[in-house]
């Protein structure tokens, strides 16, 4: 068992963290959160105007859109060290800092190049894929272990290439003995269409065999190269993509990994002395996705295939080989552990993940209820625990595509983000560069619990649940760290503050804060010496003064549900009333805090106002709130935005003539059908591959294989006649504000469908809208590799100036203004 040091009882220590929090900010330094219609203080912004040679800068924005400079963080054991990812130009390094004496490092080694971790051969790709860890942990107190992304390209039976990934590497807290535990070169996975029967001597001498290891593996980083391998057969199989499963839970010194893939094997690692053995060969259903709980092992699945049909049950798979697979929820007392279309969005359980007492399944039930609660159920009973957390504001369970959760209903996305050390703070562009990382050719159909799940390592118990509301934060079970999370709430309104790590005495506590324009940086929270320290930025390279200011606010709407939004005013523009931006959710029950969003943030950066805000039908606030849209549909979501536009140019000194809205995929759909609906309010319309015609997306996805989240959702996108009647490819005339359209061909029936149409509707439109741009994404840009995303926004500023600042049209009497104090105070 890992040791666990003597400390006082919990009620005691939540007692002495609360009064050591009450000394950490003084009284002064509390600020409340907004109400409903309070006006809130606007910055001073100064006007200036753009020159030219900032227009066509064509480097404009990829500081903005390069890999986080640190995005990985851990915290050792006994609360000294700190280990943190450093990614400087095209290479990725990991420091160790001592907390005590943290003038100079004690380690900084360089552990991947990008075009290590760039898969060979990447179809049609510009640039290197950013190198990055996918785990990093303080196995003890002074054994650092991190798994890297680093790519192994091998030639295929057929002759094709392929890429697995994955190199997990141990090193002393002084930077020393270096060792490889694990990479596609020394393990494989079996062939997935080969019966695979070794006899029982056969599989007691792999077992006993330790994988060969490499002594430094860090040595001459910079000049090795991705080189193809041959597969081996008496290798017994192709090179494994592999994975951290986690610590191990007897074993202080080991940890689990495995392979990918349907059949797969689970691994034993000893990370001082490198050895390393088999624990397991497992195998999944095929044409299902399976949950894995904390030692590896498929215990949940449920069917994927295309062809089956729904209701599709989740299933409790057998713990031995002559067990039978049966519905969990004939299992067990619970009801609804099913997925369909009527209630993806209705009533229904979702398992979450497994305790360390593998016989405990975390799962979230809205049964009965308006929102998801939380719970546990021990499989042994068929019966819940007492452990149950549940609150009438907000849902304790999100969909996040590509986990078990959501059943795969959007294909496969990479890595999850959030939830443990190993990933610090939710980022869809880093999930999306995960996802576009060739991590692996084949999807894995496994996943580990959900990323919201947060265990304590120390006392192998659950310690809390995260959960998103209009910022991200968790419901802890230790009550230590809920006085923490209260104390951080309080003292940093309308920012995300995210416990990351903690030491094992509980005295030190690793917290991540950020803003909707700021992608933050780690603070540690000192109890003992009653500090809050910021020790490193994410990415420094941003100015921190040139940063936009953000303004959370809060709109009742008649119906009684609530506007929750996020406004962000520029340090400079060049007019005033300040131009606004309307960021569109990509789908209409997409939840937006205040963390760090890069669109956001490069918005801003052009002098233009930027909005996003939770509106009817997201998902977060319950059934009520997402079925106040199906009266309107789109229409619903609009009426929002105008509402929005309207209360903002009222309170908050914004321009409500030069409007422009942002969307990609449904959110460019509502931002043409708001454009069309409404064009005295709104100027003009970017887009990014947006679905025009929903009902022929709908059509098209139905016959992809490739995922059933179409199936799934579309009764939040309209009923049959909504759909049938396609308002944006039959009345592109309508349209009467210029639209930038961009759009990927891709290489799926689907994707070029959505091309084309995207292509077709922005051509009518250009037919009588002057200024209306389309442009072809390349693969790098759907891939959202840093250079290709910064030139595609900076093609969509050019559009914007051209479009927002058009002193050809009469909008009304904006003008520029010098400065003056009271030029920005709000508009009664």
């Not at 939840?591 to 950066?605: K, M, N, P």
């Not at 995207?758 to 442009?775: C, D, I, P, Q, R």
Request: hydrophobic share 40%; aromatic share 8%.
């Amino acid at each position: 068992m890992h040791p666990v040091a003597s400390t006082p009882s919990s009620a005691l220590r939540a007692t002495l963290i609360a009064l050591a929090c009450a000394t950490l900010c003084p009284d002064a330094a509390l600020r409340a959160a907004p109400k409903p219609g309070v006006d809130l203080p606007v910055p001073a912004i100064k006007t200036a105007p753009a020159t030219m040679e900032t227009l066509l800068d064509s480097h404009r924005f990829e500081d903005l859109f390069a890999p986080f400079r640190t995005d990985t963080v851990a915290l050792s054991p006994d609360g000294k060290l700190l280990a943190y990812t450093v990614h400087e130009k095209d290479e990725l390094y990991v420091c160790i800092l001592p907390i005590d004496a943290p003038k100079e490092l004690m380690a900084r080694l360089l552990v991947l190049t990008d075009e290590l971790a760039t898969p060979m051969m990447q179809a049609r790709s510009g640039e290197n894929t950013p190198a990055r860890l996918r785990w990093l942990c303080w196995v003890t107190p002074t054994r650092l272990v991190f798994e890297t992304n680093r790519v192994f390209p091998y030639t295929r039976k057929s002759g094709d290439w392929a890429n697995a990934s994955g190199e997990i590497i141990a090193v002393d807290a002084d930077g020393k003995n270096p060792r490889s535990l694990a990479n596609p070169r020394a393990i494989r996975r079996p062939f997935e269409n080969r019966v695979n029967s070794p006899t029982a001597s056969a599989l007691a001498a792999e077992a006993a065999a330790p994988a060969p290891s490499i002594d430094d593996p860090l040595a001459n980083i910079r000049t090795q190269k991705n080189e193809l391998m041959d597969i081996d057969e008496s290798r017994g199989g192709e090179p494994a993509t592999l994975r951290v499963i986690g610590l191990h839970p007897t074993a202080a010194d080991q940890i689990l990994l495995r392979t990918e893939g349907r059949t797969f094997k689970v691994y034993e690692a000893n990370v001082l002395t490198g050895e390393i053995r088999q624990r397991s060969e497992e195998t999944s259903v095929p044409n299902t996705l399976t949950l894995l709980d904390r030692l590896g092992r498929p215990r949940v699945s449920v069917v994927t295939s295309f062809r089956a049909a729904f209701p599709r049950t989740f299933v409790l798979e057998p713990a031995t080989l002559t067990g039978q697979r049966r519905a969990l929820s004939e299992q067990t007392e619970v009801p609804g552990f099913a997925i369909a279309p009527e209630s993806y969005f209705g009533t229904r359980a979702v398992p979450l993940g497994f305790d360390d007492n593998p016989d405990i399944l975390y799962y979230a039930s809205n049964v009965g209820r308006d929102t998801y609660g939380f719970y546990a159920l021990d499989l042994t009973t068929g019966k819940r625990t007492i452990r149950a957390i549940e609150t009438p504001a907000f849902d304790l369970y999100r969909p996040q595509p590509g986990t078990f959760g959501d059943a795969g209903a959007f294909g496969y996305q990479g890595e999850a983000t959030g939830g443990s050390s190993s990933s610090n703070g939710t980022d869809p562009f880093a999930a999306a560069l995960a996802a576009a990382a060739g991590d692996a050719d084949d999807p894995d159909p496994n996943r580990p619990g959900s990323p919201d799940l947060v265990h304590d390592r120390y006392r192998h118990t659950l310690a809390g649940i995260r959960f998103e509301g209009l910022s991200r934060s968790a419901v802890w079970l230790v009550p230590e760290l809920r006085v923490v999370q209260g104390w951080l709430a309080t003292n940093l309104p309308g920012q995300t503050a995210e416990i990351i790590d903690w030491d094992q005495a509980m005295e030190r506590v690793l917290v991540l804060v950020r803003r909707a324009t700021d992608a933050g940086a780690y603070h540690l929270l000192d109890l003992k010496q009653k500090k809050f320290m910021q020790f490193v930025r994410r990415a420094p390279a941003l100015d921190e003064n040139a940063m936009a200011a953000t303004t959370p606010f809060v709109l009742p709407l008649a119906d009684g549900t609530r506007i929750e939004g996020v406004l962000s005013l520029p340090r400079e523009t060049r007019l005033k009333p300040v131009p606004l931006a309307v960021l569109c959710p990509t789908w209409p029950w997409e939840l937006r805090g205040t963390e760090y969003s890069r669109d956001f943030d490069v918005l801003a950066r052009m002098g233009i106002a930027v909005v996003q805000f939770n509106g009817r039908g997201i998902w977060g606030g319950g059934l009520r709130q997402r079925a106040a849209l199906k009266a309107g549909y789109e229409e619903a979501q609009i009426a929002d935005i105008v509402a929005v536009v309207q209360f903002l140019a009222a309170r908050h000194g914004v321009s409500n003539k030069r409007v422009a809205l942002v969307g990609r995929g449904h959110g460019g759909f509502v931002a043409l059908r708001a454009l069309q609906l409404h064009p005295g309010v709104f100027r003009c319309a970017v887009t990014l591959d947006a679905l025009v015609d929903l009902g022929a997306w709908l059509e098209t996805s139905d016959r992809d294989q490739a995922s059933f989240g179409a199936a799934l959702t579309r009764e939040m996108l309209g009923d049959a006649a909504r759909l049938k009647a396609a308002p944006l490819v039959r009345h592109p005339e309508m349209i009467r504000g210029p639209v930038f359209s961009l759009a990927y061909r891709g290489d799926t029936p689907a994707q070029k469908s959505l091309f084309l149409a995207n292509k077709h509707l922005n051509s009518s439109v250009a037919n009588h809208v002057e200024g209306t741009e389309f442009f072809e994404l390349e693969p790098d840009h759907a891939a959202m590799l840093p250079k290709a995303v910064a030139d595609q926004w900076r093609r969509i500023e050019l559009f914007l100036n051209n479009s927002l600042y058009n002193y050809r049209v009469d909008v009304g009497s904006d003008q520029i203004l010098p400065d003056a104090p009271d030029s920005t105070a709000p508009r009664k």
